[in-house]
C-alpha cells in the first residue's frame, strides 16, 4: 500500500493519478472495491471510534490519500479535537504498514518512507 500525506490542494490526487490511477479508480471519502482511497480523515472524523475497523481495510487498498489534520491550530471542539487525534494515529499505523509514504507539499512529492523515486 501507498500512503500519500498533505494539506488540502496539495497535490495527492495529481499524484496518485501519475502513478497510473484514473479518477474513476478513487473512492471518495468510503470504503469500496475502488484500489485508492481519498479522504480518509472524511471517514475518521464521521467515526473515530471505528478506526481499527477503518485500518484493517485500508492496509488492503493499493493507495490511501489522507490530508494532514494536526499542522494547524487546535480546535476548541471535543470531538474535533477527539477526530484530528484518531487521523494521525491512523496515519501513523498506515504509514507503519505502507511499502511506500508520500509527504505533499506545493505539488512537490517527497518519500518519507520507501525508495527514492517517489514514481
Do not use: W
Not at 32 to 57: I, K
Amino acid at each position: 500500500m501507498i500512503l500519500i500525506v498533505g494539506g488540502e490542494g496539495s497535490g495527492k490526487r495529481t499524484f496518485a493519478r501519475s502513478l497510473g490511477y484514473r479518477e474513476e479508480d478513487m473512492a471518495d471519502g468510503c470504503l469500496n472495491g475502488l484500489p485508492v482511497v481519498c479522504h480518509v480523515e472524511r471517514m475518521v472524523f464521521a467515526r473515530p471510534e471505528e478506526t481499527d475497523l477503518l485500518f484493517s481495510e485500508l492496509v488492503k487498498k493499493e493507495v490511501v490519500i489522507c490530508n494532514e489534520v494536526g499542522s494547524g491550530v487546535i480546535p476548541m471542539e471535543p470531538d474535533k479535537r477527539q477526530g484530528r487525534e484518531a487521523v494521525g494515529r491512523l496515519c501513523a499505523r498506515l504509514a507503519e504498514q505502507a511499502e511506500k509514504v508520500i509527504r505533499m507539499v506545493c505539488g512537490i512529492p517527497s518519500v518519507i518512507k520507501g525508495e527514492e523515486d517517489a514514481r
